[in-house]
């Protein structure tokens, strides 16, 4: 396995070579590749930026409120605060969830493009609220964001793609990502809608025509319709969809009447990846997008979009993924790095830890929530206003959100480097010191840490979604992480077999004692420690109880300078809060 990633990482390293680090010039579909503008393949590495102008119920903890629809927590915030003030925290929201700190800090990370989720609604009225039927009525602040976001990746020399999330009525039967009403016809049940949608990316297309930042436009995110007839699973399993390519086909002639330039995306059915049905090529600049999530990373998983590939001649682009562990990522991503396709992780920012940014919301939002999903007393107006007002205006800010370095090391770093790199700067001086369990190295599954659950494959093993991190904060690795009620973290549930490996930097070369904070969750439990490769003093024993234990593992000499720790586990699950280093 070390050799096949040694591999890869060759081969990444001289397409990374041909590829622009930076925004420059039209990308283009050429012979099964995104290129630039003097035919080097161009390797896109972004984050969507979901939850801004559309928002996802489970991104606010909110799945539970309806089926977790835009259209729905705006009505049910309306119904606490009122229309003015609810109308007021949208606003906010759409001024603080995404800025230029934002995309400044993408950049710095190693990202060089953004995929751009777009709701209708901040572009358009709806069809039925139109004040002439069959005419469009325009929002020049929605445009006017796009404009803003483009002037912001463009100072960061990266590519923007545009992507209609939510399209009028809606895209399928998957509700939350497309802010669908049942109760009205969607996309595909009305032409209205479908005539909108032309014009909105005629509209587009007119506005950005001259635009070689924007990368591409993605016409319509993850359809998940049944266009053979009832019961085909979201279009999972349609095997014409005739409606879904003719309708394409319209979209780009559209596009084309205007923008001959641009690249054109296309996402299949079943949440972009039933491409079944699929007709020649009608345009000279398309590529094909698939989102993959919570399956295996191995050659199969990818051979149906590859062959595609080689059918068509179309560049691929995994369009959508994320929403696991650093372990999955990494694994995700040298994969299909390995086949020369880029990718758009989800999403840059929520409240939740496994993604690069996590927002935090005040304890006001807690108690708001718990409402909203009928577990705590409904606040009172004034209450839910405060709440919402400080989610929007500050707690969303990018100031304000906790960064994950580990996340952005998995996709970046980790794919092609199974090196580890200090996750904290753990220096021992001459009365020697203590750091946190939780602050082991950066680096891969079986280099900086091994554990035994380490991701989420669900929908490969047809089993229930499991959990990675049990505690769910902190660090998006296997490791399993808690807090105190001070908040501070700790190691839980570290069982046999399991390992974290640290680097310290010391002062002085000299003889120092190792010692742990911790306790045992029942009998057995058991620790050791190795430095720099050598014997462990054997496995101590843990104590069990509710107060922590300083457990002594041993005296080890340390070298001055750079030293590599590694703490086992060898028995039943321990938790462990520090780890401490004094001379002897």
């Known amino acids: 396995m070390?050799?096949?990633?040694?591999?890869?990482?060759?081969?990444?390293?001289?397409?990374?070579a041909a590829a622009p680090a930076q925004a420059d010039g039209w990308l283009k579909a050429k012979d099964k590749r995104i290129v630039d503008e003097t035919g080097r393949p161009v390797l896109l590495r972004g984050m969507g930026l979901g939850g801004w102008m559309l928002q996802e119920g489970y991104m606010l903890r909110l799945g539970e409120l309806g089926r977790g629809q835009e259209h729905v927590i705006r009505a049910e915030t309306a119904k606490l605060v009122g229309v003015e003030r609810e109308a007021a925290i949208h606003q906010a929201w759409l001024d603080n969830h995404t800025t230029?700190?934002?995309?400044?800090?993408?950049?710095?990370?190693?990202?060089?493009?953004?995929?751009?989720?777009?709701?209708?609604?901040?572009?358009?009225?709806?069809?039925?609220?139109?004040?002439?039927?069959?005419?469009?009525?325009?929002?020049?602040?929605?445009?006017?964001?796009?404009?803003?976001l483009l002037a912001w990746t463009k100072a960061?020399?990266?590519?923007?793609?545009?992507?209609?999330?939510?399209?009028?009525?809606?895209?399928?039967?998957?509700?939350?990502?497309?802010?669908?009403?049942?109760?009205?016809?969607?996309?595909?049940?009305?032409?209205?809608n479908r005539r909108k949608v032309v014009a909105l990316w005629r509209k587009l297309a007119a506005r950005y025509k001259d635009e070689p930042a924007i990368g591409a436009y993605d016409l319509l995110n993850e359809p998940n319709w049944d266009f053979d007839g009832p019961g085909g699973d979201y279009g999972c399993k349609d095997e014409k969809q005739t409606a879904l390519w003719d309708y394409y086909k319209a979209l780009t002639a559209a596009v084309r009447e205007i923008d001959k330039r641009h690249m054109i995306i296309l996402e299949g059915n079943c949440w972009g990846n039933n491409y079944k049905g699929l007709p020649a090529v009608w345009d000279d600049n398309l590529a094909l997008s698939f989102h993959k999530y919570w399956n295996a990373n191995d050659e199969a998983s990818i051979a149906t979009v590859l062959k595609l590939r080689e059918e068509t001649g179309l560049p691929l682009w995994l369009g959508e993924s994320g929403e696991n562990s650093n372990a999955w990522f990494r694994d995700a991503i040298a994969l299909v790095e390995r086949h020369e396709i880029g990718w758009a992780f989800w999403p840059l920012k929520k409240i939740g830890f496994n993604q690069p940014l996590e927002v935090t919301p005040n304890p006001g939002y807690a108690k708001l929530v718990d409402y909203w999903t009928r577990k705590g007393p409904q606040p009172?107006?004034?209450?839910?206003?405060?709440?919402?007002?400080?989610?929007?205006?500050?707690?969303?800010?990018?100031?304000?959100?906790?960064?994950?370095?580990?996340?952005?090391?998995?996709?970046?770093?980790?794919?092609?480097?199974?090196?580890t790199r200090p996750f904290k700067d753990h220096r021992i001086g001459a009365k020697g010191a203590a750091f946190a369990a939780v602050d082991y190295d950066l680096g891969a599954l079986g280099q900086a840490y091994a554990d035994k659950d380490t991701?989420?494959?669900?929908?490969?093993?047809?089993?229930?979604?499991?959990?990675?991190?049990?505690?769910?904060?902190?660090?998006?690795?296997?490791?399993?992480?808690?807090?105190?009620?001070?908040?501070?973290?700790?190691?839980?549930?570290?069982i046999a077999g399991e390992w974290l490996k640290y680097t310290v930097v010391v002062e002085?070369?000299?003889?120092?004692?190792?010692?742990?904070?911790?306790?045992?969750?029942?009998?057995?439990?058991?620790?050791?420690?190795?430095?720099?490769?050598?014997?462990s003093d054997g496995p101590v024993p843990v104590p069990t109880g509710a107060a922590w234990a300083e457990v002594q593992l041993g005296k080890t000499a340390l070298l001055a300078g750079r030293n590599v720790m590694v703490l086992r586990s060898d028995g039943g699950p321990v938790l462990v809060k520090t780890v401490r280093l004094a001379p002897r």
């Open 2 to 16: 070390k050799a096949l990633f040694a591999a890869a990482a060759a081969s990444l390293a001289l397409l990374s």
């Open 100 to 148: 230029k700190a934002d995309i400044d800090a993408m950049a710095a990370m190693g990202f060089n493009s953004v995929r751009l989720p777009m709701h209708y609604g901040l572009l358009t009225l709806a069809a039925d609220q139109e004040p002439v039927a069959g005419q469009d009525t325009w929002k020049e602040d929605g445009f006017k964001r796009i404009d803003d």
């Open 156 to 192: 960061n020399g990266m590519y923007l793609i545009l992507d209609l999330h939510a399209a009028p009525g809606g895209q399928g039967a998957d509700l939350p990502i497309a802010d669908r009403d049942p109760s009205k016809p969607s996309l595909w049940q009305s032409p209205e």
């Open 380 to 419: 009172t107006a004034d209450e839910a206003y405060a709440a919402l007002m400080t989610l929007a205006s500050r707690d969303v800010r990018f100031e304000n959100t906790l960064q994950h370095p580990d996340v952005v090391d998995a996709m970046i770093r980790q794919p092609h480097d199974d090196t």
């Open 455 to 494: 991701a989420n494959y669900h929908v490969s093993t047809g089993g229930q979604r499991t959990l990675w991190n049990n505690g769910r904060t902190y660090r998006n690795d296997g490791v399993d992480i808690a807090r105190e009620a001070d908040a501070s973290p700790y190691v839980e549930d570290f």
């Open 508 to 535: 002085r070369a000299g003889t120092y004692a190792l010692t742990a904070s911790a306790r045992a969750a029942g009998e057995g439990g058991k620790l050791s420690a190795t430095v720099d490769g050598g014997a």
